[in-house]
């Protein structure tokens, strides 16, 4: 899998395949249409709630590989200029390090 260049629709559609769940199943779970959703398999990306029941219907967590694709590619912060920039935040604060690289491997 490259989590460099995620292509989330052909990844569902694989999920699907493996899983062979029936498109009218799908139809049903996601309310659209058969043409909708061969739309989302060649779609690079989804909306959020979209994603979302995606991630439930096929029981995987989707968001999962966008978080490793950020800690393997984004650039680390210094921390000096984390320390610099704490702001208040009503987001929850995660830390950007909480997985190496050989733990995603």
């Known amino acids: 899998m490259n989590l460099k260049n995620l292509n989330i629709g052909s990844l569902i559609k694989d999920s699907v395949s493996k899983n062979e769940i029936d498109i009218s199943r799908i139809c049903n779970f996601l309310n659209c249409t058969e043409k909708e959703v061969l739309e989302m398999y060649s779609s690079p990306s989804l ?32 921390m000096e200029y984390i320390q610099k920039k704490k702001v208040d935040s ?13 733990i995603v491997e």
């Open 47 to 78: 909306d959020t709630e979209i994603l979302l029941r995606w991630s439930k219907l096929l029981e995987y967590d989707f968001f999962r590989l966008y978080s490793q694709h950020l800690i393997l590619y984004a650039p680390q912060s210094s």
């Open 90 to 102: 009503s987001l929850p604060a995660f830390r950007k390090n909480l997985y190496t690289k050989e």
